[in-house]
């Protein structure tokens, strides 16, 4: 019996052995990871973690892979999936045998080079080890450039900020959270941020820097300068596909999965931020970097490994905090032909429906959790193919939930 | 030792709903199941301290409005990731339209 062996033990690994050994799989289950200490959840790096500066929470369960008999070791790079003879190769050069393989390698920040900047000034978050970096590094009163207006990079800016920072956001979009959220929420956002004294200039790069007295100046392509102690960029992850790609597996934009979460290898799986794969309710293929959506993988990928045909095929989920706002959204707006509307103290939801008068997706901003349970009945609505016309969802004096009851 | 505190009329909530209960700094989170009996757990999640109140109840669920962690509101139990630790919960009763939480 040479059991299950797990490639990287982020939110999707670690469920994925939690769920082997809930359905009663009594083989021997490997969980390797390449970074050091317990699995940890990433999501609070960018919010609490620099904030407070507490530790990033471990990954919920992981306290109990011991007990499980899960074999758990950290600090191991696997450097080479070997198909023929089922085995991986460890950085130490230790073969390991496998009947099935899970990948669940997630993705890395995209790094930026500017001319005239050393590297070690332009910082990016992925990791605990990144955020201790950018949490050691922050002072207040220091001007940081964060280049890049996506979820990660607005977390960072807000968080930075409320520690005292002088920051500025370039983002080379037309807006903040242009491929993300309607401009509806954006703006609720971007002038939030405004509000809170953070800079965001859109349509915005940067050519090159040059250093001052007192730290360096970014040069931007409209000619204007800023200055900077120094910068973060948030533009976005790429995943982690190259050992399936050395071994061969079909690799675009992430390692592609069929339904199942199998890759081009009926042996080898693919789970998480580092697969592509097909989702049905939209009638395409994606590749999510969404917390919940690696561990529900992480899930189903256990559950076919051990001989389930289990499909997945429900509305994304995301979330994102920035000073006292939360945000959430559900489904992918593909397709989107009408927006509506609905506001409440204080707080707004936004649905998106395409051209056949279907809910697609749902987003909403406000203070704390206020939007929290209306996303979770537009979650519904979606995934239980109801589609409530554009004027029941506009009417406020109807309650959402009874949409869902019919 | 019972001690039974007045917590709201019975029409505060909806049925199939939550509302936020605080008292001598503790919170709950109080539920009316969809057949109008009257639950009571502790307020806030256990994956997070994330008050379970702006969460949805949906027959004898309630996901946490945060990151939709699910408990089952009648006995406390966990229904898994990312929640494992159970809701402690409390006795509760309903008296002349009036909802009782025993807090001892
Ligand atoms: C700062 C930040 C904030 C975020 N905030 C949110 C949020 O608010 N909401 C939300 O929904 N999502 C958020 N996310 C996204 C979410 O964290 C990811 O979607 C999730 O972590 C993906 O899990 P995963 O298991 O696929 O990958 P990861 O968590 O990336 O885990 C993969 C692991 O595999 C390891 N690995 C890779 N290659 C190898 C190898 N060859 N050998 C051994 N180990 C290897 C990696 O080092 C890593 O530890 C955030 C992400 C970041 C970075
Ligand atoms: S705080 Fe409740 S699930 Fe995370």
Redesign the pocket.
């Known amino acids: 019996m040479y059991g299950i062996l797990i490639?990287?033990?982020?939110?999707?690994?670690?469920?994925a052995a939690l769920t082997l050994r809930q359905q009663g799989y009594q083989g021997q289950i490997t969980l390797?990871?390449?970074?050091s200490g317990r699995?940890y959840?990433?999501?609070?790096?960018?919010?609490q973690c620099l904030l407070d500066g507490s530790d990033a929470p471990l990954i919920s369960g992981s306290q109990q892979l011991e007990a499980l008999n899960i074999q758990y070791r950290n600090g191991?790079?696997?450097?080479a999936i070997h198909r023929n003879q089922q085995q991986v190769e460890?950085?130490s050069g230790e073969q390991l045998p496998y009947e099935r393989l899970l990948l669940?390698?997630?993705?890395?920040?995209r790094t930026l080079t500017i001319e005239g900047m050393p590297a070690e000034q332009v910082l990016t978050?992925?990791?605990r080890g990144?955020?201790e970096r950018i949490r050691q590094r922050a002072r207040p009163g220091q001007n940081v450039v964060m280049i890049g207006a996506g979820?990660?990079g607005l977390?960072?800016a807000a968080s930075l900020r409320t520690l005292g920072l002088e920051v500025t956001v370039l983002e080379s979009a037309e807006r903040i959270l242009q491929r993300a959220v309607p401009a509806s929420i954006a703006s609720l956002i971007a002038a939030e941020h405004q509000q809170q004294g953070v800079e965001i200039r859109c349509q915005s790069s940067v050519e090159y820097a040059s250093s001052t007295d007192y730290g360096y100046q970014l040069h931007l392509l409209n000619g204007e300068r800023i200055n900077a102690d120094w910068v973060l960029a948030g533009i976005g992850?790429v995943p982690?596909t190259?050992?399936a790609q050395d071994a061969g597996l079909n690799v675009d934009n992430g390692i592609q999965v069929d339904h199942c979460l199998r890759t081009s290898d009926p042996m080898i799986f693919a789970?998480?931020?580092?697969?592509r794969f097909p989702l049905d309710l939209y009638n395409t293929e994606v590749r999510?970097?969404?917390?919940?959506?690696?561990?529900e993988?992480?899930e189903i990928a256990a559950l076919n490994m051990l001989g389930a045909n289990t499909i997945y095929n429900v509305a994304p989920?995301?979330?994102?905090?920035q000073y006292q706002l939360g945000l959430q959204m559900v489904g992918l707006p593909i397709g989107v032909t009408q927006e509506v509307i609905r506001d409440f103290n204080g707080s707004r939801l936004v649905f998106l429906l395409n051209a056949h008068q279907q809910l697609v997706a749902a987003c909403g901003v406000g203070p704390g959790n206020t939007v929290a349970r209306d996303i979770k009945i537009a979650e519904r609505l979606i995934n239980q193919g109801l589609h409530p016309s554009a004027e029941q969802l506009a009417d406020t004096s109807i309650s959402l939930k009874s949409l869902l009851k019919g | 030792m019972a001690n039974w505190i007045e917590v709201c009329s019975l029409d505060e909530i909806d049925p199939e709903d939550v509302m936020r209960f605080d008292h001598n700094q503790h919170s709950w989170a109080i539920y009316r199941c969809p057949n109008g009996e009257v639950y009571a757990t502790s307020g806030h999640c256990t994956h997070e301290r994330i008050h379970l109140a702006d969460g949805l109840v949906m027959d004898d669920i309630i996901e946490c409005p945060k990151h939709n962690g699910r408990f089952n509101y009648k006995t406390g139990k966990a229904q898994g990731a990312p929640v494992c630790e159970h809701l402690k919960t409390w006795p509760t009763r309903v008296e002349n339209g009036l909802i009782f939480l025993n807090v001892e």
């Open positions: 490639i990287g033990a982020g939110e999707a690994g670690v469920q390797l990871g390449d970074e699995p959840e990433r999501p609070p790096l960018s919010k191991q790079r696997v450097v460890l950085a669940a390698t997630g993705a890395q920040a978050l992925r990791s990144d955020a979820f990660i977390e960072l992850s982690n190259h050992l789970a998480g931020d580092c697969a999510l970097e969404s917390w919940r959506c690696a561990r993988q992480g989920w995301f979330w994102s905090d």
